[in-house]
């Protein structure tokens, strides 16, 4: 791994210092990652040795030009086929493979966009992953909304006619437990007609209470699929638990949840081979529980506060474009959704395309939306956010921008009953 991924702060006390250093240079000095902690509940399931397997045997370098012809040319796309259309082999091939995907998208979910926001009410993590500025020995400004707080910046957001939130925390049991985020639930859903969550992964029956609370869906990102990078980027913390994290998905559904989604974070591993398995992930819990719904998104690192070196050096736009192509033609019934993290310009095009949820009005600070949203200082605290996003429109402009792109923009497409 490149020493980028590393940076000291002088605000961390020697002990800190020390320790941190302990952690990054010496393994013996990290927990066994694939070795579960006390009360993380195990599932029994087959799900990752079909994923793993896939992905360790996968050799991009062995598919050529008529592979990816012969993919491009089958009405279904086999596993196979989907391993050519992520090789190298098929760059050349990515104005066929853009064509393909947007009848694919049209015909599943014909011209609309769907949007949404994410909401972050906590930014304290207990984790030292080295490439989120969250992590516990980067210093930035650590806040906790409480309920109040919470209910405001959902007002303002819902103001603004958006109709589905994602409440997003820190991974900090200690800080943001499963009560706090089930009552920030119940907040949502007096605003909000779809609820999601991206927080730390929890016991099936705490998903269970989380849906109970008004939560629709759960998202989790792997980051990497690669056990061993994943160890090395990882190195304090519940997360660093690799199993424990890969059958998040399965345990929300389990525990009630109506869908789920799935990502890596590309740029931290061998990016063809993350995204391989995070589609082969959705592919095979979409065939054990057909009738959950899912989705993926295809996140590249970004800057972070005290480190803006941190970039998906390997993964550019073409390459990006590349696989969301992929994933539409391989998975042509599951929702493809393209963050803030990447250009207006580049969402603008790829919604046209792949992609069919799209955020909108975005912060990834704690407390700001009022600022955001309306202009005005309040002088209330804020608390650093957890990288730099790209694309900051408001959701006016994004409706506008959609509308005006040929798109139907959707803020909801779910009615209880």
């Known amino acids: ?3 980028q991924f590393y940076v000291d702060s002088k605000y961390l006390s020697p002990e800190a210092l020390a320790r941190k250093h302990r952690l990054e240079t010496d393994p013996s000095s990290r927990a066994d990652h694939m070795a579960y902690l006390p009360g993380m509940e195990v599932i029994s399931s087959d799900v990752c040795e ?8 996968y050799d991009y370098t062995k598919y050529t030009a008529r592979d990816v012809r012969a993919a491009l040319d089958h009405e279904t796309c086999s596993i196979e086929d989907f391993k050519a259309l992520l090789s190298p082999a098929a760059e050349p091939f990515l104005e066929r ?12 979910f014909g011209n609309t966009v769907y949007l949404f926001t994410p909401l972050y009410i906590a930014n304290y993590c207990e984790n030292y992953c080295v ?3 969250f992590n516990c020995y980067n210093h930035i400004s650590r806040m906790k909304l409480d309920m109040e707080q919470i209910e405001h910046e959902m007002a303002v957001i819902a103001g603004s006619g958006m109709e589905e939130i994602l409440i997003l925390t820190g991974e900090s049991r200690a800080q943001s437990d499963v009560q706090y985020i089930g009552e920030a639930c119940k907040l949502a859903r007096k605003y909000f007609r779809m609820v999601g969550l ?3 992964p929890v016991n099936t029956d705490e998903y269970r209470y989380l849906h109970e609370c008004g939560a629709d869906y759960v998202t989790v990102f792997q980051e990497t699929y690669d056990q061993a990078k994943y160890e090395t980027l990882h190195l304090l913390g519940h997360k660093r638990v690799w199993p424990y994290r890969f059958d998040a998905q399965e345990r929300a559904l389990l525990g009630g949840m109506r869908g789920v989604a799935f990502s890596a974070l590309l740029g931290l591993s061998d990016f063809r081979k993350d995204a391989l398995a995070s589609a082969l992930h959705v592919y095979y819990l979409q065939r054990k529980y057909p009738y959950a719904e899912m989705s993926l998104s295809c996140p590249r690192l970004r800057p972070i506060i005290n480190n803006d070196k941190i970039n ?19 998975l042509p019934y599951v929702g493809i959704t393209v963050s803030s993290r990447e250009s207006a310009r580049f969402r603008n095009g790829i919604v046209k395309i792949a992609a069919t949820k799209i955020s909108a009005g975005v912060s990834t600070g704690i407390g700001d939306h009022e600022t955001k949203y309306t202009g005005k200082e309040d002088g209330a605290q804020k608390g650093d956010e957890q990288f730099e996003i790209d694309d900051a429109r408001s959701l006016e402009t994004m409706y506008q921008d959609m509308s005006g792109e040929g798109l139907q923009p959707v803020l909801n497409d779910y009615v209880y009953v």
């Open 312 to 330: 998906p050096l390997d993964v550019g736009e073409r390459q990006l474009c590349q696989i969301l192509c992929a994933y539409r033609i391989f």
């Open 50 to 57: 079909k994923v793993m397997s896939q992905m360790e045997a």
């Open 97 to 108: 493979m853009a064509e393909r995907a947007r009848r694919e998208t049209s015909r599943h």
């Open 1 to 3: 791994m490149e020493n």
């Open 131 to 133: 490439y989120c500025g």
């Open 198 to 200: 991206e927080i730390y």
